[in-house]
């Protein structure tokens, strides 16, 4: 669905990503993880258009993304929601579903707030609160249905489960299952709890200084007796 090849970015002068090649795949959750600086987010970033890139490809189903800004790459089926900042927190659920949903027209609007409404029921429930009003985990749930509602072929998340109680972490990381197992959609996971992430996923990667070392199923790098320990703190 996604391939990379040699993408070497950053941000202006401050190079993040170095040599990096991996392929994200299709109906797949291809987790990404690695130490705190490691080029995580900025992977994410480079896919979406928001980060500076010196060289390299970056193609979805064959269609060369870089290049393109932001508004352009989501119209090729691609969905970013980052950790922070991804919901208009003076709006209403409503609102917001409403913002994330102008292209469509009203018939196809309205069709769209009733499916992902099925996919995350809390939407309903809050109709007319302010996402301010709203948990951290709420508010992820809302975010999820605004990228969702755009029909995406990819969701590219960045931290979804940072800051959040432990059973509001695993209520999120099983919505991210599910929109795998019923919409056959490509997810690639950015998550900083590395064992949580890896036991929903299907590959997994691991960037290390902002290089891509280990690119496999992800029981392979959870039970790695080397890398596992040495990158993810996890014990064996």
């Known amino acids: 669905m996604i391939e990379i090849r040699g993408l070497n970015a950053g941000y202006r002068r401050l190079h ?3 040599d990096i090649t991996a392929k994200f795949e299709k109906a797949r959750i291809n987790v990404v993880v690695g130490p705190n600086g490691s080029g995580k987010s900025t992977l994410l970033k480079s896919i979406f258009g928001l980060a500076t890139i010196y060289s390299g490809s970056i193609a979805c189903d064959g269609l060369e993304l ?16 980052p950790q922070t900042d991804n919901v208009f927190s003076n709006l209403t659920v409503e609102e917001n579903l409403r ?3 102008y292209v469509l027209g009203r018939e196809e609007l309205e069709n769209g707030i009733e499916e992902v409404a099925e996919v995350f029921p809390i939407i ?8 301010s009003m709203m948990s951290g985990g709420e508010r992820q749930m809302v975010a999820m249905a605004m990228a969702l509602l ?8 960045d931290e979804p489960t940072g800051g959040l109680a432990p059973k509001i972490a ?3 990381l099983s919505k991210i299952i599910e929109l795998r197992d019923t919409m056959d959609m490509t997810i690639v996971l950015v998550e900083q709890n ?5 036991e929903i996923g ?3 990667y691991l960037l290390v200084g902002g290089r891509l070392v280990f690119e496999g199923e992800c029981g392979e790098l959870l039970s790695h007796p080397k890398l596992a320990s040495l990158y993810l703190g996890v014990s064996h």
């Open 16 to 18: 993040v990503l170095f």
């Open 66 to 81: 870089i290049g393109k800004p932001p508004h352009e790459i989501a119209r090729c089926g691609i969905a970013y929601l």
């Open 99 to 101: 913002m994330a949903g």
């Open 124 to 131: 309903k429930s809050y109709w007319r609160r302010k996402a």
């Open 150 to 157: 755009r029909k995406p072929k990819v969701m590219l998340f």
């Open 170 to 172: 695993s209520e999120v």
């Open 194 to 198: 590395a064992r949580k992430a890896l």
């Open 202 to 204: 299907d590959k997994a």
